[in-house]
């Protein structure tokens, strides 16, 4: 079920990013936007990767690929009339995929890391860096080390006990592309979450 309420929390989900990226990076993401898409759509090959919650559409995504995904949401339009589907907005670098299981199975936080990690892909690629998985968790934890020294958690109600499970639950994830960059950022944001849950700066 697509709802446009869903919508609605994504938008908020992605202005923070782009709050985040202009601060730390001074880099404009507000190009990229966010589709929902549904949980059984196909994007990709085959893999898990295919199924994955959220997925940044590439610059090298075939015209023929996209005309295919947009073959399948109009069918689907056709068969869901109640729920929000909208045509004609998957564009290679302007867009990201999003189901709507992120909002069944994920928290704020959890949901805000894997759609943020999609945006850390279309940064990459915008910034001609090389478009891998270590770059784009590292820009993750970039991003989630940045918010947790404004308020934008804190006055969202994810806390400092939240972003450490975050954390752990991504942990086996970043293991897979883990490189000294992404260890020391890692480090660095434990470091913070642990002073400021002392500090209680960040309600525990
Ligand atoms: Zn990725």
């Known amino acids: 079920m697509i709802t446009t309420q869903m919508y609605g929390a994504l938008e908020y989900v992605r202005r923070w990013l782009i709050q985040c990226t202009q601060a730390v990076l001074n880099v404009n993401l507000s190009q990229v936007n966010i589709l929902i898409v549904p949980n059984d ?3 990709g090959a085959n ?8 997925i940044y559409i590439n610059r090298n995504t075939p015209p023929i690929v996209i005309k295919k995904w ?3 949401l109009r069918d689907y339009k056709e068969e869901h009339a109640s729920e929000d589907i909208r045509l004609g907005q998957i564009m290679p670098t302007r867009v990201i995929c999003v189901r709507p299981l992120v909002f069944n199975t ?8 894997i759609i943020w990690h999609e ?3 279309a940064y990459l690629e915008a910034a001609g860096r090389p478009n891998t998985e270590q770059n784009a968790y590292l820009f993750e ?4 080390d940045y918010a947790c020294t404004t308020n934008l958690f804190s006055h969202n109600g994810i806390t400092v006990t939240q972003v450490t499970q975050y954390l752990d639950w991504r942990q086996t994830q970043y293991n897979i592309g883990i490189q000294p960059a992404l260890t020391r950022a890692l480090g660095a944001l434990r470091t913070k979450l642990a002073q400021l849950a002392a500090h209680r700066f960040m309600t525990a």
Do not use: D, F, I, W
């Open 141 to 144: 934890v970039q991003m989630l």
């Open 119 to 121: 945006y850390g892909h």
């Open 70 to 72: 947009e073959t399948y």
């Open 47 to 54: 893999t898990p990767e295919g199924r994955n919650p959220a």
């Open 106 to 113: 994920m928290t704020l936080l959890q949901r805000c890391g």
């Open 41 to 43: 759509m196909l994007l």
